[in-house]
């Protein structure tokens, strides 16, 4: 006699083993999966609310920008007090800005403007002040 045991009959496939994550006990109500570390929590079963169409257009801009700010190239520039603007819609501004500085030709810059205070001349273009302060 050998001290080897007997092995039960097996068939010809094996059963396949539960899975961990998912297997519960007879009569236990299934939990939601957990993943396990290192991997992606499963993605929400919560279907994500619709939107409804708006009724109507919206009553204000909601894109409001600062009215007050220009931005473009100087086309004519130096130490002032005139310079030459031309934004970003093609428009074009005399700016006059006795404390500006040097703005240099070809340079892309965004001022601060208002209406002009006293009558000057710039050249052509909308006639702007640049604000200093």
């Known amino acids: 006699m050998s001290d080897e045991k007997t092995r039960p009959p097996t068939s010809g496939t094996a059963a396949p083993s539960p899975d961990p994550l998912t297997a519960t006990p007879a009569g236990t109500p299934a939990a939601t999966p957990v993943a396990p ?3 992606p929590a499963p993605l929400s079963a919560t279907v994500p609310p619709t939107l409804g169409r708006p009724a109507g257009p919206p009553r204000e801009p909601t894109d409001n920008r600062p009215t007050d700010l220009i931005a473009g190239r100087i086309t004519r520039g130096g130490t ?4 030459g603007l031309v934004d970003e819609n093609e ?11 040097e703005l240099r ?12 205070t006293s009558s000057f001349d710039c050249g052509p273009g909308t006639p ?6």
């Open 37 to 39: 570390a290192g991997r």
């Open 80 to 83: 002032g007090p005139c310079y």
């Open 91 to 101: 428009r074009e501004y005399a700016l006059h800005g006795p404390e500006a500085g």
């Open 105 to 116: 030709v070809g340079s892309f810059v965004t001022l601060r403007v208002a209406p002009p």
């Open 128 to 133: 702007m002040r640049i604000v200093t302060d």
